[in-house]
């Protein structure tokens, strides 16, 4: 028996854990700085987290999607 055949959940998990991780990283790329940090030219900030339950090939798992939001004075250069 292979290791998934023994935890059925296991896949779902792991395709949960590695979407999660690839929507902070986007987002953290979009924001142009880490959670918790700050940058000089920064046009966005962080807005919490939104639910979304994605339907995947190993099943239906739950997210937590970062929200993001404009900076209210963001520096404009021409």
């Known amino acids: 028996m292979g290791i998934l055949s023994e935890d059925p959940d296991l896949l779902?998990?792991?395709?949960?854990t590695a979407l999660q991780e690839l929507l902070k990283m986007n987002t953290t790329e979009a924001?142009?700085?880490k959670k918790g940090?700050?940058?000089?030219?920064?046009?966005?900030?962080?807005?919490?987290?939104?639910?979304?339950?994605?339907?995947?090939r190993a099943g239906k798992t739950e997210l937590k999607v970062p929200g993001d939001r404009p900076a209210l004075n963001p520096l404009v250069i021409h």
């Open 31 to 33: 924001v142009g700085a």
């Open 37 to 56: 940090g700050g940058t000089e030219l920064r046009f966005r900030y962080r807005a919490g987290y939104y639910p979304r339950r994605p339907v995947t």
């Open 12 to 16: 779902k998990e792991m395709v949960r």
